[in-house]
């Protein structure tokens, strides 16, 4: 029984794959014909754009205040603790309390 199976499966997997339709494959861009999609593709690479802005402007303004390289790099370590410790707590919050009520608060 269990060789037959095998021979089965080896079988349907030995078929030669069926030629797609060119009107059934999606585009790299398809995604952007719908407006909410623009909305939420732009708002995420202009906070993409903030969040790494501001982590170049951290560092440059440390060192430029300390002129240490070691200052500069605790002063980019501190600034992602927050990141470090608040995602698992967010992500466990999520998981046990009611979305909406999160979002509200």
Same mark, same amino acid.
Request: a positive charge; glycine letters at 8%; one cysteine or more.
């Given at each position: 029984? /269990?060789?037959? &199976?095998?021979?089965?499966?080896?079988?349907?997997? #030995? /078929?030669?794959?069926?030629?797609? *339709?060119?009107?059934?494959? =999606?585009?790299?861009?398809?995604?952007?014909?719908?407006? *909410?999609? /623009?909305?939420?593709?732009?708002?995420?690479?202009? =906070?993409?754009?903030?969040?790494?802005?501001?982590?170049?402007?951290?560092?440059?303004?440390?060192?430029?205040?300390?002129?240490?390289? @070691?200052?500069? #790099?605790?002063? @980019?370590? @501190?600034?992602?603790?927050?990141? +470090?410790? !608040?995602?698992? +707590?967010? !992500? &466990? &919050?999520?998981?046990?309390?009611?979305?909406? &009520? @999160?979002?509200?608060?």
């Amino acid at each position: 029984m /269990r060789i037959v &199976l095998i021979f089965d499966f080896v079988k349907s997997c #030995s /078929r030669t794959p069926r030629p797609v *339709n060119i009107s059934t494959r =999606f585009n790299t861009f398809d995604a952007f014909r719908h407006r *909410n999609y /623009r909305f939420l593709w732009c708002g995420t690479a202009l =906070f993409s754009a903030g969040f790494w802005l501001q982590q170049v402007v951290v560092g440059w303004l440390a060192y430029e205040i300390t002129g240490s390289p @070691l200052m500069t #790099s605790i002063a @980019l370590g @501190l600034d992602a603790l927050p990141i +470090l410790f !608040g995602a698992p +707590l967010g !992500g &466990l &919050l999520s998981d046990k309390y009611d979305k909406k &009520l @999160l979002l509200a608060m």
